[in-house]
């Protein structure tokens, strides 16, 4: 006979078994109608629910839109803003290997992205050891911003009457446009971004704007 917490534990791990079956199905790019009715049923039978999740998912890996079962209800240029949204609120390094992509739906260049990101840290007052090391790595390389240079802009920050009212006082101590004295390394290959004319010179001018 089974004890009530070994049937708990079971189940528990039944489910859990079904969830990865399901994630695997997402990962795969499958759409709702092709899972088998045991998999939908620990999603209650929600759609709703199975596109969260396969957003999600998605988001995470940071998966092509081609490959991401998101593909099947929802457009390129929606699913790259919500990529973008998504590994910034995670202090994610900018997606690289999605550049092409994200530069052509969204305009927001690596300088763009960062920008926005220290933006928001600093508003919310945060620490800059909340960013991860290839994170904080990536916003010296762009914005000649390292741990020093931010506890500056904070305390020039606090400085300021207007910080207490409009935090929006910190983008005056931020670049406006991507260090010029970049390192280029022998092993780097240039290659053509796909970016439409006009958005490069656009990034800059725009990077203090919300996106």
């Known amino acids: 006979h089974y004890g009530r917490g070994e049937l ?9 078994q079904i969830m990865d079956d399901v994630l695997k199905h997402i990962l795969a790019g499958e759409r709702w109608e ?11 039978d929600s759609v709703a629910l199975f ?7 998605s988001l995470d890996h940071a998966l092509t839109w081609e490959l991401s079962a998101a593909r099947h209800f929802m457009q390129q240029p929606q699913y790259y803003e919500q990529l973008i949204l998504h590994m910034r609120s995670k202090l994610r390094v900018y997606p690289y290997h999605l550049m092409t992509q994200v530069l ?4 927001i ?10 933006y928001e840290l600093i508003k919310r007052e945060k620490s800059y050891d909340s960013l991860p090391n290839f994170t904080a790595a990536d916003c010296v390389r762009l914005l000649h911003i390292g741990r020093n240079q931010y506890i500056d802009i904070c305390q020039q920050c606090r400085g300021k009457f207007m910080w207490r009212f ?20 022998p092993y780097w ?9 006009g958005a490069a010179a656009d990034s800059a001018s725009s990077s203090s704007s919300t996106t």
């Open 166 to 185: 409009n935090k929006s006082v910190a983008k005056q101590f931020l670049p406006a446009k991507p260090a010029t004295n970049m390192k280029l390394s």
């Open 104 to 107: 052509r739906y969204t305009k």
């Open 51 to 57: 596109q969260k999740t396969a957003l999600e998912y």
């Open 8 to 16: 708990n534990t079971n189940q528990k791990r039944n489910e859990t």
């Open 34 to 44: 092709d899972l088998a009715a045991p998999l939908k049923r620990v999603l209650g």
């Open 109 to 118: 260049t690596a300088f763009k992205y960062y920008h926005r990101m220290v």
């Open 189 to 197: 290959r240039i290659l053509r971004s796909g970016m439409l004319d």
